[in-house]
């Protein structure tokens, strides 16, 4: 199980970034969720979890 | 499973609580038939799961000219013209997604938040003007209008001395009150005042929202248009939320102290006001072809209205819903809306609500209403639910 995130889809709501600041941010031209740092986002983190349950658009899911 | 026979939307709002959704629509099962205002039979969501899946879901559109209008408004009863370039609220992909990623790098949550200092300055220009008025006034248009309007004139660049006559404007533009022709005359004169702007931040750019779309690819009616959009979605829906919020809070001072506990306590109470008052109540989305929902078939053609306040209070999402209670957790609340149109200005909106909120209540610990509950005028038949006017009153130095 992973996090899958599909910018293609992302309206720049800013939902994940407000829910797991730590996890993702947006980019400052389009405002489209950008990861922050290396690492994978940890579908195991309650805030990537609430990330995933408000992002209105479906740009970041979790892989089955 | 549905065969109750189709009724129109109810907007009554029962008398007694201001806050609660009108009493009927709760009743209504989470999917059923609705008779819109030309007399379209489509259909009513009320169910939190089933609205948040169709907003998500890109088989429904959001195209204005496709549209149904749930209620007639002032005898109008529809179709709408669809939507001229610009105004993406009433377009789908890829039009839209143009759009909103030209725009989303300037509402990011760390934009907004580093915008939480300069919002801060404002609201408390706004309470000074607040004190030196003295105890016993109408809170809207000094503290719920005036700290919207001053924030999104910063925000486009509005030049300091045009500022006044923009709230007069935007004001006007919202007033209920007013006759559709008076409203109808103050748009006009607003969409005449940001045609100017526009040319102007165009020749002599400043570092504002404006002057950075202008160097973009976006023509001039775009621009003008995205502009209105902005001020149209922005202004009166966060004065709204102010105004309401403070009319809930004072009516339930057991909560006010949640106000004054910090950062991370403001920012959940902040949400479930947003829950629990869901000013923007109503949305509209037509299915594109045959939907199959929750053992339905929603036929292409058909709209779909979204009632957010019912979902909002959804028991099946939120325990114990009608309780105003700012210590819950209410993320997931569908008062932005939700999927590719969920609002653009969020961020802002909560950052706003945060600081003017926080203020005021620090600011005025004995702030309390100057009349009883059930004399606040409140909008009964709005697309944004709000007060009219707000009569306070604090304990004088
Ligand atoms: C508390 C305040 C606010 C509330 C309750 C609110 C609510 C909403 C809702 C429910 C939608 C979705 C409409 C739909 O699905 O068709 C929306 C869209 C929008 N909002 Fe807000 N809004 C607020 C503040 C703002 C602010 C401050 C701005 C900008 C300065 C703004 C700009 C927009 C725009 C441009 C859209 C259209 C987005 C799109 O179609 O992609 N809003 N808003
Ligand atoms: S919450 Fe979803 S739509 Fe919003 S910025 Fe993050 S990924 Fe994009």
């Known amino acids: ?64 | 499973m549905t065969t109750v026979t189709p009724e129109p939307l109810p907007t009554e709002r029962p008398r007694g609580c201001p806050f609660d959704p009108p009493s009927g629509l709760r009743d209504r099962p989470r999917l059923s038939r609705m008779v819109y205002a030309d007399g379209h039979v489509g259909w009513l969501v009320t169910g939190h799961a089933l609205a948040r899946s169709v907003a998500a879901d890109r088989r429904f559109s959001s195209r204005h000219e496709l549209m149904r209008l749930p209620v007639a408004r002032a005898g109008f009863t529809g179709p709408l013209p669809p939507a001229t370039p610009g105004m993406f609220i009433g377009l789908d992909a890829p039009e839209h997604t143009r759009y909103r990623r030209l725009l989303a790098g300037k509402f990011t949550v760390r934009r907004m938040n580093t915008l939480a200092e300069r919002v801060g300055e404002i609201t408390a220009e706004c309470l000074d003007a607040m004190a030196a008025h003295g105890p016993g006034l109408d809170l809207v248009p000094v503290f719920a209008q005036a700290v919207p309007a001053l924030v999104i004139c910063e925000l486009l660049g509005v030049p300091t001395d045009d500022r006044e006559r923009f709230q007069r404007l935007a004001e006007a533009a919202n007033d209920l009150d007013a006759g559709l022709e008076e409203t109808q005359a103050a748009m006009e004169e607003l969409g005449g005042y940001i045609a100017g702007l526009v040319r102007e931040k165009a020749e002599t750019p400043t570092d504002d929202l404006l002057s950075d779309l202008t160097t973009g690819d976006l023509s001039f009616e775009e621009l003008v248009t995205v502009g209105t959009l902005l001020l149209g979605a922005g202004l009166d829906t966060t004065a709204n939320m102010l105004g309401l919020g403070v009319f809930a809070l004072l009516t339930h001072p057991d909560q006010i102290p949640v106000m004054r506990e910090g950062p991370e306590a403001v920012e959940k109470a902040v949400e479930e006001l947003l829950r629990y008052l869901t000013i923007a109540h109503t949305g509209v989305r037509v299915a594109l072809e045959d939907v199959e929902l929750a053992g339905q078939v929603i036929r292409a053609g058909e709209s779909v209205t979204i009632a957010a306040q019912a979902a909002n209070r959804d028991p099946e999402k939120f325990a114990d819903p009608d309780t105003l209670d700012l210590r819950r957790d209410s993320a997931g609340h569908l008062s932005f809306g939700h999927g590719p149109h969920q609002c653009l200005g969020q961020q802002l909106a909560r950052v706003e609500l945060r600081v003017a909120l926080a203020g005021l209540f620090a600011r005025f610990p004995t702030l309390r209403l100057a009349v009883p509950a059930d004399e606040v005028p409140v909008r009964r038949h709005a697309d944004i639910h709000g007060v009219h006017s707000l009569p306070v009153t604090w304990d004088g130095e």
């Open chain 1, 1 to 64: 199980m992973g996090i899958v995130i599909d910018r293609s889809l992302c309206v720049g709501a800013g939902m994940c970034a407000l829910s797991a600041p730590g996890v993702f941010d947006q980019d400052p031209d389009e405002g489209t969720v950008t990861p922050v740092g290396g690492a994978a986002p940890d579908p195991g983190d309650p805030a990537v979890r609430r990330a995933v349950d408000t992002c209105p658009s479906g740009a970041i899911t979790l892989a089955p």
